[in-house]
């Protein structure tokens, strides 16, 4: 069962908006199909019926007229005349009392060939099955349930254009009608009616559905059209800016509800960037502020007479002004607002690895194919270079690969170092938190290269993550995710 609903789901609901719009438009549309069929099937058969009895009785008036009016002679050829593929007339001498016998006399005569005109008038005997066996297409065919209809019903002389009464009866479920009536000089004229049905409703109704689903359908392909466009490029927008990308603000137009989010979009992106903006104006003005307490403090320390305290107040003004400096760069680099463009992200990851090793350490690069990626490639640049000199400065060594994963590209940086507890796994990215071990400035960073990576990373909608090896030492992997798909 499970399986099943699967498979309706993949086949029929699909994720998309134009399919999920055609799919129930449909399915609205044959409920309210079924629904008419059901209430007023029967008004049409109705209508029809009552319509091929009222020319039946008509016509079969018309012939007892022309019979009356006319010599007896006469009778042979105008009832071969008068007689039509559905449609035939005959007299006999008594009235049929027995209408079993009567119908079978009328199927019968229903099923013979048309006569022609002035050929003698001749009944061959009955042959058992005739009609059935007939090759005549055109011949009508008694059903299987032709006798259950067995009783005459008196048609009143008030139903009828002629002032006596009749004998009807009915010779099957649809528009088959059988009469008799009394002449003027006591013979009695016969009239038997058949004839298929005008067309069926069921492919009526079905040629009619077919229509209107084909003209709902490209409504609905034209509708969702309209309104998926600007979604689809709001989901565009909205990834690229998430990701970081300098992006245009939205058209505003098409329906209310599309144009407001529009509108909404363009206000929040505009919110966003006045709020980086502003967040990265204050770092800058901070940092540059910074530096002239720093300067008069390191003049006033040269004053201190104490060597060792001397020394230790450098140190620590040193350590500000690095942190400083840091704080400025990584301002500046955020106020650039480098541009989004393709670069081989192999290509990329191997030229860093090839820079450090020229200068001396210890890095390596595992080979791999192109692979072309949308990002900002100096931010990439620099996030990789934090995260391969913390493993060359604590481990003595990076070993940097590039794999493709699910939906992302995973750059992995390793080291043979001591690797980092668990617990400290994300305290590491906090800015200016470095581990108790590496507080020195000999041996330790100011506390911002791992968290400038990460927002690096995550302003291209990845992230970092840190695993400690089995064999020893640490695994740093920058996630990016793929191109993003909007269809």
Not at 475 to 480: G, N, P
Request: hydrophobic share 40%.
């Amino acid at each position: 069962m499970t399986g099943i609903r699967c498979l309706w789901s993949r086949c029929f609901w699909t994720k998309s908006l134009v399919g999920q719009l055609i799919g129930f438009m449909l399915l609205a549309l044959v409920v309210s199909q079924a629904i008419s069929f059901f209430i007023y099937w029967d008004e049409r058969g109705q209508a029809l019926r009552a319509a091929a009895k009222e020319e039946f009785l008509v016509r079969s008036a018309s012939v007892a007229q022309l019979l009356e009016t006319t010599p007896a002679s006469y009778h042979p050829e105008i009832l071969r005349a008068v007689a039509t593929t559905y449609t035939r007339f005959w007299l006999t001498t008594e009235r049929p009392d027995d209408v079993t016998a009567w119908k079978a006399e009328a199927w019968y005569r229903l099923g013979q060939p048309l006569p022609r005109y002035g050929e003698p008038e001749r009944r061959p005997e009955p042959l058992p099955d005739t009609r059935a066996t007939s090759k005549d297409a055109s011949l009508v065919t008694a059903p299987a349930y032709a006798s259950e209809f067995s009783t005459w019903d008196v048609l009143p002389a008030t139903s009828w254009s002629l002032d006596r009464p009749a004998h009807f009866v009915r010779l099957d479920h649809t528009y088959g009608a059988g009469l008799t009536v009394e002449l003027q000089g006591g013979r009695w004229l016969n009239a038997a009616f058949a004839k298929a049905a005008y067309g069926s409703i069921w492919t009526q109704s079905t040629v009619s559905l077919a229509i209107t689903a084909v003209v709902l359908t490209l409504i609905a392909v034209l509708v969702a059209h309209r309104v998926s466009r600007p979604m689809r490029r709001l989901a565009f927008a909205a990834e690229a800016f998430g990701r970081g990308e300098e992006i245009k603000p939205l058209p505003e137009e098409g329906p209310t509800d599309i144009r407001r989010t529009a509108e909404a979009f363009n206000r929040m992106q505009e919110r966003l960037r006045r709020f980086v903006s502003d967040r990265t104006s204050m770092l800058a003005a901070i940092g540059h502020d910074l530096r002239t307490p720093i300067t008069t403090l390191r003049l006033r320390a040269e004053f201190v007479t104490d060597m060792d305290m001397r020394e230790k107040i450098l140190a620590t003004l040193d350590e500000m002004q690095a942190m400083t400096e840091a704080t400025l760069a990584f301002a500046r680099e955020e106020a650039t607002g480098e541009p989004t463009r393709v670069v081989d992200l192999a290509a990329l990851a191997e030229s860093v690895c090839n820079d450090l090793a020229d200068l001396g350490w210890d890095v390596t690069f595992a080979e791999s194919g192109k692979v072309p990626y949308r990002c900002r490639p100096a931010a990439i640049r620099r996030a990789l270079r934090n995260l391969i000199e913390n493993a060359v400065r604590y481990g003595g060594g990076a070993r940097v690969g590039l794999a493709l994963a699910k939906d992302s590209f995973e750059i992995s940086i390793e080291d043979d170092g001591p690797g980092i507890p668990e617990e400290e796994f994300e305290r590491v990215f906090v800015p200016f938190f470095r581990l108790e071990g590496s507080r020195s400035r000999t041996t330790g960073g100011v506390g911002l290269g791992l968290s400038i990576a990460r927002t690096i990373a995550r302003g291209h909608g990845g992230d970092i993550e840190l695993t400690n090896l089995r064999s020893g030492g640490l695994r740093a992997v920058i996630r990016l995710p793929q191109e993003p798909k909007v269809r």
